[in-house]
């Protein structure tokens, strides 16, 4: 016979098995004694027709949730089985929960839409332009889908001058919220250097397109700082993500046709605009052709002509006087140097020197009086043909 466990040992075994074969669940049912404790965590059963199951939301993911539970909602609810060992009972430890049914996800959105219109998220004032001439455009999307190859083609036909940067990210299921939350941040980089993002998908039903109407998804949008535009689904849908976006498209090829000109119409109006402008210049070239043949043909515009001769032939007198005048004073000048030049020439002992006269220097000074030298001064003669040195006696 094998040896008894105890109640702890028998909870720890079942809670072991319980919690390794239910480690991830996807469960739905109607909410009932749903509990918001004073600590942000939730407490409800989660029945149907036979049968209940007690739940438990820590308050760190109940702050990730689009609404708020009430009892009599039909939810899913993910998470896993535990076992509470100490009153041996086991619960359902919640990581999310979703409206289960067109109902349902429609209160949420309807509640989600009013606390964000409350917040001003929605607010026109808040809306950033499109330019109107973009060269760069962040497309956040799924590669495989339709939504990305209508945009494409609208584009190519259109505007073919732009460059299309594709972002690719989850449309729907798990952790496509977070997807494209990351998405719109890389776009906003200096690494796209975006001019405006485009956030498409195609068509579905409000489960399909439920991750546009995340609260997480609304915010990431709002806070762009580059301009938004949101084109998820058909015409007839609307998210939330639609009203926070700078500009709603109804279809991903609207989207395309309400960002981008159409190229055949921009060469229409510049060919319009460069024929306006030519009849225009042609037009004020005449004006003033015009306007200077009557001056032309006016006197008191022939009278200022006049004058200026009269001035140019007054200019002419003074130039000659002043030529005249010029020429004796040069004449004279040149006298004054001829006869300072004869000075000069006069003056030089060189010349001097050849009518017998001599120079006497003791150490390279000039002797001009006797009583300067004294006996045995050893002096130098200089005369115009050469040096010669001597002894005082």
Same mark, same amino acid.
């Given at each position: ?8 040992? $028998? ?85 999310? =929960? ?22 001003? $998220? ?40 732009? +460059? ?5 990210? $989850? ?60 084109? =998820? ?113 006069? $003056? ?16 390279? +000074? ?28």
């Amino acid at each position: 016979m094998n040896s008894p466990l105890s109640v702890s040992e $028998l909870s720890r075994d079942i809670k072991n098995t319980i919690e390794r074969n239910f480690s991830y669940i996807f469960v739905k049912g109607e909410i009932s004694n749903f509990k918001n404790h004073s600590s942000g965590h939730f407490y409800f059963s989660l029945k149907d027709s036979k049968s209940q199951i007690s739940a438990v939301m820590w308050n760190s993911r109940v702050k990730d949730l689009i609404f708020t539970p009430e009892d009599g909602m039909n939810v899913l609810i993910k998470g896993r089985i535990t076992l509470y060992e100490t009153r041996g009972s086991y619960q359902i430890d919640v990581f999310e =929960i979703l409206p289960s049914g067109v109902g349902e996800l429609q209160i949420a959105f309807e509640k989600l839409k009013n606390k964000l219109y409350e917040e001003g $998220l929605f607010d026109d004032r808040y809306k950033k332009p499109l330019p109107l001439y973009p060269e760069r455009i962040a497309l956040i999307t799924s590669e495989t889908g339709a939504a990305f190859h209508d945009f494409i083609k609208v584009t190519e036909n259109r505007y073919p001058l732009v +460059k299309i940067l594709l972002i690719p990210a $989850l449309m729907q299921g798990a952790n496509s919220a977070v997807s494209i939350c990351n998405a719109i941040i890389k776009a906003n980089s200096s690494e796209y250097r975006s001019d405006i993002i485009v956030i498409t998908r195609g068509g579905g039903a409000i489960e399909d397109l439920w991750t546009f109407n995340e609260e997480k998804v609304a915010r990431a949008i709002f806070n762009s700082k580059i301009p938004v535009v949101s084109a =998820i689904g058909h015409e007839v849908d609307f998210t939330i993500s639609d009203f926070t976006a700078d500009k709603r498209a109804p279809t991903p090829s609207a989207a395309a046709e309400m960002i981008f000109p159409d190229a055949y119409d921009l060469k229409l109006r510049l060919n319009v605009s460069e024929n306006n402008l030519k009849r225009h210049i042609y037009y004020r070239i005449n004006k003033l052709k015009n306007e200077l043949n009557s001056i032309e043909r006016n006197y008191y515009f022939k009278r200022p002509a006049d004058l200026i001769n009269e001035f140019r032939m007054n200019i002419d007198s003074i130039e000659r006087d002043i030529k005249s005048v010029t020429e004796r004073k040069i004449r004279n000048v040149k006298n004054n140097i001829d006869t300072s030049r004869k000075l000069l020439n006069s $003056l030089n002992p060189e010349n001097v020197l050849k009518r017998g006269f001599a120079i006497i220097k003791r150490e390279d +000074k000039i002797i001009t009086q006797s009583r300067q030298l004294k006996t045995k001064d050893e002096i130098q003669i200089k005369f115009s043909d050469g040096q010669s040195d001597a002894i005082i006696k």
